[in-house]
């Protein structure tokens, strides 16, 4: 008797069980689970500064930021006036006016309004001799009011930004399997006396001194030599951009780590980067300027 009491119970157990499954499948059609949240965006310390600059999207588009509240875009302008096929490749605040150049991959110089996006070439000729290389550093030398231009492929020239032509061609003498890919001064301000000149190595994520950084001639221009900083210690890729602020001396990368175009701080004396801010890969940051503060400005365009 009681084996049959015991088989009942476990039939009725097993017919409350098959009930509960369907009414949690019904559940489930009408009530569906929760999607789980994506992953998080990397959140970094703040820089505790409010340093305004600018990021260039595929060569095509200008960016607004600030290093207040980094991964917050506060503006953006298509740039107009390139021919068919052309796009800027770098680019930076002249300290002596205030206004923002670039270079394109057809080797012509523009200016370009930072404001409304319209690029004004400089000249009618190509450069000559033409830039070698698909990567390219991009900044103007306080003390001379030239632009100094590197590529991956060793090339390193001086620019005449009146003219829009090359002057002092030479080569950087490095390391082996060095690639060259920005370059920034410090003391970006009109009428500088004195100015120091840093590159960064992308494919050793390495940060050096480049000295003498004002050269009077190419034979003089070839003789600057590399001086070892540190490493940034940052897995950096590619083509990217590097600025520093005249105010506050801050220096700022923007650079792909893990494909993602990264802000980071430099320390100047050893090297170190500090993430502050992660981007979407679509955007396609390859250069970053800070603008400056000129002696005479006239917006156009």
């Given at each position: 008797?009681?084996?049959?009491?015991?088989?009942?119970?476990?039939?009725?157990?097993?017919?409350?069980?098959?009930?509960?499954?369907?009414?949690?499948?019904?559940?489930e059609?009408?009530?569906p689970?929760?999607?789980?949240?994506?992953?998080?965006?990397?959140?970094?310390?703040?820089l505790?500064?409010?340093?305004p600059?600018?990021?260039?999207?595929?060569?095509?588009?200008?960016?607004a930021?600030?290093t207040?509240?980094?991964?917050?875009?506060?503006?953006?302008v298509?740039?107009?006036?390139?021919p068919s096929?052309?796009?800027?490749?770098?680019?930076?605040?002249?300290?002596?006016?205030?206004?923002?150049?670039?270079?394109?991959?057809?080797?012509?110089?523009?200016?370009?309004?930072?404001?409304?996006?319209?690029?004004?070439?400089?000249?009618?000729?190509?450069?000559?001799?033409?830039?070698?290389?698909d990567?390219?550093?991009?900044?103007?030398?306080?003390?001379?009011?030239l632009?100094r231009?590197?590529?991956?492929?060793?090339?390193?020239?001086?620019?005449?930004?009146?003219?829009?032509a090359?002057?002092?061609?030479?080569?950087?003498?490095g390391p082996?399997?060095?690639?060259?890919?920005?370059?920034?001064?410090?003391n970006?301000?009109?009428?500088?006396?004195?100015?120091?000149?840093?590159?960064?190595?992308?494919q050793?994520?390495?940060?050096?001194?480049?000295?003498p950084?004002?050269?009077?001639?190419?034979?003089?221009?070839?003789?600057?030599?590399?001086?070892p900083?540190?490493?940034?210690?940052?897995?950096i890729?590619?083509?990217?951009?590097?600025?520093?602020?005249?105010?506050?001396?801050?220096?700022?990368?923007?650079?792909?780590?893990?494909?993602?175009?990264?802000?980071?701080?430099?320390?100047?004396?050893?090297?170190?980067?500090?993430?502050?801010?992660?981007?979407?890969?679509?955007?396609?940051?390859?250069?970053?300027?800070?603008?400056?503060?000129?002696v005479?400005?006239?917006?156009?365009?």
């Amino acid at each position: 008797m009681k084996t049959r009491v015991s088989l009942a119970k476990l039939g009725a157990a097993a017919l409350l069980l098959g009930s509960l499954s369907s009414c949690e499948d019904i559940l489930e059609h009408y009530l569906p689970k929760p999607t789980p949240p994506p992953p998080a965006t990397p959140t970094f310390p703040p820089l505790g500064q409010d340093i305004p600059f600018y990021a260039l999207s595929g060569g095509t588009r200008l960016d607004a930021y600030s290093t207040k509240d980094p991964a917050t875009r506060t503006g953006s302008v298509a740039i107009t006036g390139l021919p068919s096929g052309e796009r800027i490749l770098a680019m930076d605040f002249r300290p002596a006016t205030g206004q923002l150049y670039g270079v394109s991959n057809a080797d012509r110089l523009y200016v370009i309004n930072q404001n409304t996006g319209v690029a004004r070439a400089l000249g009618t000729q190509a450069f000559n001799p033409s830039l070698a290389g698909d990567l390219f550093g991009f900044d103007f030398n306080p003390t001379q009011d030239l632009i100094r231009l590197v590529t991956n492929m060793g090339q390193r020239v001086f620019v005449d930004p009146v003219p829009g032509a090359i002057r002092f061609p030479g080569t950087i003498f490095g390391p082996d399997g060095a690639t060259f890919t920005a370059v920034a001064y410090t003391n970006n301000v009109a009428g500088a006396k004195t100015t120091e000149l840093y590159v960064i190595d992308s494919q050793n994520q390495q940060l050096y001194l480049l000295t003498p950084p004002n050269p009077s001639s190419s034979s003089a221009l070839d003789e600057s030599r590399l001086v070892p900083v540190g490493k940034l210690n940052l897995p950096i890729s590619g083509d990217g951009g590097f600025d520093i602020d005249a105010r506050t001396g801050t220096a700022l990368g923007l650079f792909p780590v893990n494909k993602k175009p990264t802000l980071f701080t430099l320390n100047l004396s050893t090297g170190a980067a500090r993430p502050l801010a992660q981007y979407n890969a679509s955007l396609g940051y390859t250069s970053i300027a800070i603008p400056t503060r000129p002696v005479a400005y006239t917006f156009w365009g």
